[in-house]
């Protein structure tokens, strides 16, 4: 079931990946602003690929949450988000985002940092398990890597991510080879691309939420 590609130790996880993403924490702020414009009451939540729980740390007690389930393949990275989050609404579990159980259950439905570790295949599976997890009218949004249109522009990018990491604490080699998983410890694919597959998985509304660096943040609507 394992599938976890996250280069980060679980114990350096939040250290790490605000050296490594760019407006990490501003990713989850746009999705708690974007939440609570959608004006719900008692709102069921799922978090994929939740990690050390952060999705959850900022949204509990600022938003109308009713049930909010986290799930991770990794044991330890979920012992760890417990540690940080207690709350009786809140729920952890260890579920292969390939083989979500869940049928219409979900207001929203998040995906942060998730999507590009699969290959096509796999890619449209687990947008459909999101898809079918969620009510009609629910809210899917996800942010991850995107692919460049151009191999020029993806060099350019690149070193301007590779610069962002040196900038923010790590070593000239740990940045560059973080840089180098890209195509090969995780699959971006265009934005173009990645909105045809939610609406080919059904979404009747796709819309870039935000873009900086290589991330892209995309709302969808069931």
């Known amino acids: 079931?394992?599938?976890?590609?996250?280069?980060?130790?679980?114990?350096?996880?939040?250290?790490?990946?605000?050296?490594?993403?760019?407006?990490?924490?501003e990713m989850l702020q746009q999705?708690?602003?974007?939440?609570?414009?959608?004006?719900?009451?008692s709102i069921k939540w799922l978090d994929v690929g939740c990690g050390t729980g952060k999705m959850a740390r900022s949204s509990l007690g600022i938003l109308e949450i009713e049930k909010m389930v986290s799930i991770d393949v990794e044991l330890e990275m979920l012992k760890r988000a417990?540690?940080?989050?207690?709350?009786?609404?809140?729920?952890?579990?260890?579920?292969?985002?390939?083989?979500?159980?869940?049928?219409?259950?979900?207001?929203?439905?998040?995906?942060?940092?998730?999507?590009?570790?699969?290959?096509?295949?796999?890619?449209?599976?687990?947008?459909?398990?999101?898809?079918?997890?969620?009510?009609?009218?629910?809210?899917?949004?996800?942010?991850?890597n995107f692919?460049?249109?151009?191999?020029e522009g993806t060099e350019l990018y690149l070193e301007r991510w590779k610069q962002f990491q040196t900038a923010n604490g790590k070593t000239e080699e740990e940045a560059d080879s973080h840089i180098k998983r890209f195509g090969r410890n995780y699959f971006p694919i265009s934005i173009p691309?990645?909105?045809?597959?939610?609406?080919?998985?059904?979404?009747?509304?796709?819309?870039?939420l935000w873009v900086s660096y290589m991330q892209v943040g995309i709302l969808a609507r069931k």
Do not use: W
């Not at 909105?195 to 998985?201: A, E, F, T, Y």
């Open 1 to 25: 079931m394992k599938q976890n590609s996250t280069p980060f130790n679980v114990a350096e996880y939040d250290i790490q990946i605000n050296r490594t993403l760019t407006f990490y924490e």
């Open 31 to 41: 999705i708690v602003d974007i939440v609570a414009l959608l004006d719900l009451h």
């Open 82 to 144: 417990q540690c940080f989050c207690k709350d009786e609404k809140l729920e952890f579990l260890q579920c292969d985002i390939r083989e979500l159980p869940y049928q219409e259950m979900f207001d929203v439905v998040t995906s942060i940092q998730v999507n590009h570790y699969f290959k096509m295949d796999e890619r449209m599976t687990i947008i459909e398990n999101c898809y079918n997890a969620l009510r009609e009218n629910g809210t899917y949004i996800s942010f991850e």
């Open 147 to 151: 692919a460049p249109d151009s191999e």
């Open 193 to 208: 691309e990645s909105v045809r597959i939610l609406k080919d998985c059904g979404f009747r509304m796709v819309e870039i």
